[in-house]
């Protein structure tokens, strides 16, 4: 009944001409949660030389809405040795009719500089069309050429949100003499099937009726739960740089010695500044934090992309006379001056961002899109630095490129390694408030400490305006809505990495009076939201990636008031996690005692809507209210 | 102190809007201009701004000069651009990458020269003054769009306390508008100065400033060489610097339309020139009625207006059998409407032949409501086009075609005046999208024009019914319903139009915090003169009631209560702009739970804010097991000055305070 109801209320939406009509209904799966529909995707890769790759393209997608638009990916990245020989787009209305046709001259033609990039010698081909209205048929074709065989498009039949596949084949074809290694991650799964030939070597991989991924809060990133296929070549080519390589090691030789090499000359002054300023420390620690920061204090971080200095560093010398550079610039840097004071260290290339990506441990291939410097320490995880931020600490990294593989380049070999993770206790928060009540206000002494990623969010207030820092707590309280920040204090300790704010606060008619009743919420200051529904059922992996632990102890002097009602006690304890409250009454004090500890793991879908209650729960607690008179 | 003579009721169209642009008459000021100064040891040296201690960087010196040239090509401005900045911290490092876009065009007439660019940056060694060159090789050309390059570049050498001084000089044929200058950027500037030497015997040009801060001007007659494609001739030239001294940085504010209509700022318009080989002076708009009379004579507000042939036919079957004027009005609106897609973008003249563009079926504001008043008055109606400016485009500095950037049509019937736009497909007579809200049009009638209010006197309402039920337990649920009305009608329809009745759902569960939204049915999506009415049921939600040992404290206005005061900040620069009088209404019947009594209802409430500016009625009874709740809102005018804030801010939190406030039950 609900899918009937579905279908004539898209049918009653979108008048197609009846073809269209009887594909629609066909694949009504694929209309769910669907801002385009992929009707049929082809793409084939041909391989001649190992410098000499051809990429056709052809796609034929229903866009059925604006934001669907730029999933079509009508655009071509190209440079000195990638041509786009062609590239072609027809726009269908409803009923089949062609609105417009876009040869290659239609298409723009730009530099491909992105916002953050100073400069970058790659251009673009894209599509620049406004539909006037939806839906659309777009009919999109196009033609590549390159030298550049180190990077082989993946084999991703999903590679957007809302966006559902009725058919994908891709075909690669190896007829040169550099052998084609691929990689299945495991959800290739019977939903793509495949087909092998030789003479030439031909791998068909075709996809169909695959239903659109929504976006859902506690996901992994799309291509970690979807199919990926991954190829490389054995012996390849790289901005007129050739390579070979079948495995990690071999890999991070081959960009050690011609990525890496030649570029770590320093100047003799600069030389000298940095061995005399470790010259009287002692440990590795100490000297390398002193370098880090010594890079931090001299250089900033400047994105320049061009031809091979796309992947290889600008060398050590020019970043210490400009004091500037990309992350391979200033990772690099970074490692010559530890060089200089006689500390080895490996260049990491790893995949960043906030969602927890690994470089595929057991296929080796170009992967990454940034670089980290690590010291190796025989009983420990070494240390670890992100060279393009000025204000973060020494070995520390963050939600940036936390917990995940990377690849370390070193001049005694390279292998994939694994960056610290900050899970559970490491990313700890504790709230102290003393807190007098005078009449219907309160007047409160507050320090909030943060460690791990809660430091990362608290860590900036050390140098912010006195504006920002007070939007900063309008925000964070925005329950108190007459918040009076009197006075603060911070204390970032970068060396323990540890962000201490100490408050002096007010917060006017915090206690309601109805009637007689002294009513006020038992946490002021430190209210957790989670904002999840659970209207849909869970349709994507679930996994909290680094969970985090509260403890708060909130220490009201209530002076003559009497208790009226004190909540019990609460624990709620699931797999999910702890949450705690607790009261007691003593001495004119009321004291609440608050913790939560989120749990790090990977669930299962089903566990999903417990956790959503969990979460509903913990936010009701935060709300809870005791009641005095006066 | 001569400011040009305010043609045709700039006075009164601005007198409204005086409280936030104040219009700053040329004047000589007290003070000179400044030159720049070299670089000392001190400047280096010092670590934070004296005009906002905080700013991570400031502007020292900043000076564009503007002269001109005759040659081969026409009459071409030289723009010398130099800008000296300050770097105090790592906030400001992004000062030191340098993008400067300039135009190319399609052909070598329209395109502009860069050249002669420098920059450096200026350190301390040892107390002594270094610079480093930004080398050519590292200064980048970039394509921004076909239309437009830029070149790119950063300082090196940048650190805590550095100088960094660049300059570069655009020669540009595109001498209608020059550069628009502003005097303040998002940090602090110290000086900052634009200068002009005109040579006045070709080329006169109006200027306009606004903004908050004074900008100090001098003149001076100059008998300067002006360089001519036959060598130097001599002419007499006038030279104006306009200067600011320490302008603070500008910075964002909700509640704010368009910023950069309160930044400090001058632009110049070329109102009458004299090409060099003739005498013949041609004068271009420099008053309201010039450029009223140039807008007419386009071919857009000529000719276009004009041309029936393609319509004729089709509107004769439109018309069929209207009975009224107002028949046909609504006849016309709703066939453009239904004929034409707009294609989103904001404009004064038609794209076209409006022929061509009937038949494609898409066109710009202009092209569709150009076609609309030519309809309208085919059909003997007494309709004109009116031009205005969208939100997004800004206040025109001063009389100028290029302020306009869009179209509307008014239409007289019986002494009643109604706005029409075709671009929207759930606008009505007087019911305009929210964007084309700004300052004021202008009609432009056969043979005289007038100022046209395009903000609503009227305040558009939306009215929430709820009727609910509180369980023992706390939990409430029941049903809502809203209507929406005018303003809120017209961006309801547009944004449910195109949502799915799911979406519609969830966006509802989520915004109200409640759950299981059921039982959605929706009203008068069509039907425009009727407002569109959206009915739903929920499911038992808890967090609206609160149970505190016998006691139950309910928060009356359930999930209509407002969660946070949009005012946080202590101080504001800007007026607070609502961009159209707003009225909300609440209606709450909530079913009490049996076993308990009513221990606490709030009082009643009447807030007022200056002379009814904005109010707030808050009716509560309790009986019967029941309560009832009445709460509107009303907001009277579309801007509020910048002078009333701290008290808005006030009757903010005290409303939110009384939105808190509870009903207290007790166990019988």
Redesign the interface.
Known sequence: MKKLLVLTFLLGYISFSQGDAKELVASIGLMDNANSLVLNHETVIEITSYDDMRITESKEILVLNKKGFSDIGAFEPYDAVTKVKNIEAIIYDSNGNEIEKFKKRHFKDVSAVSNGTMYSDSRVYYLDYTPIKYPIKVKYSSEIKTKNTAFIRSFRPISNYYQSVKSYSFKIINTSDSELRIHKNEYVTEDVSEDIKSNPKTFTFTAKNLKAIQTEPYSPSLENFTPKIMFALSKFELEGVTGEATNWSSFGQWQNENLLSGVNNLPESTIKTIQDLVANLETVEDKARLVYEYVQNNTRYISLQIGIGGWKPISAEMVDDTQYGDCKGLTNYTKSLLEAVGIPSNYCVVQSGSEISDLEADFASMQGDHVILNIPQDNSEGYWMECTDQKIPFNFLGSFTDNRNVLAIGNQGSEIIKTPAYIEDDNHQSTYAKIDISGIDIIAEVEIVTKGTQYQSHYFLADADDKRIQKHYNNYWSHLKRLNLKQYQFNNNKKEVQFSENLNIEVQNYIKQYGNDLIFEVNPFNKISFNLSNSKERENPFLVSRGFVVEDVFEFHIGEMTVETIPEDIILESKFGIYKLNFQIKDNTFLVKRYIKLNKNNYEKSDYSNFVEFTKQIETYDQIKASFKS | MTKSKPALNLKKMTSKILFLICLVSTCIGFSQPQELEDITVEMLKSTQSEIDS??SAEVLYEKGKISFILDDLGWRYVFEMHRRIKIF???G?DQ??IEIPYYVGESNSAKENIKRIKAYTYYLENDKIEDEKVRNK?I?D?????LVEAK???F????DGVIIDYSFIIESPHIRNLPKWSFQSKIPTRYSEYATVIPTEYLNYRSQSRGFYRIETTTEELDISLQTMNGGVQTKSIRTRNYTRNLPGI?PENHVNNISNYTTAVSYELSSYRSGGQYDIEYLSSSWKDVIKNLKESETFSKELQRTNYFEEDLANVLEGASSQMDKINRILNFVKSKM?W??ENRRFCSDKLKRVYDDG?GNSADINIMLTAMLRHANLNANPVVSSTISNGIPFFPTVSGFNYVLSGVTVDGQYYLLDATDNFSSLNLLPTRTMNWQGIELTPDSSRDIRLVPEKASKVNFNVFAKINKDGMLSGQCRVYYFDQFALNARNAFS?T??EKV??AY??QYKV??VHDFSQDNLESLNKPLVQTFKFGET??FV?K????L?ISPLVFLKS???PF???ERNYPIDYTFPKSYKFRLNIDLPEGYEV??V?EKNIFNFSDEMLSFTYIINAANGKLVIDVTKDINVAIIPTQYYTNLREYY?SM??KE???V?LVKQ
């Open positions: 905080t700013a911290n790592k906030d490092y030191a990458n590292d980048y970039l394509e921004l769009s076909e790119k570049f950063t090196p050498k940048i650190q910075e897609k294609n989103e898409v195109k799915s009745e759902k969830e569960e989520k759950n299981n808890e967090g609160e505190i040992g016998e006691k404290y969660e946070n005061n946080k900040a202590k221990d606490y709030p939190i939110l305070d808190n406030e509870k207290v």
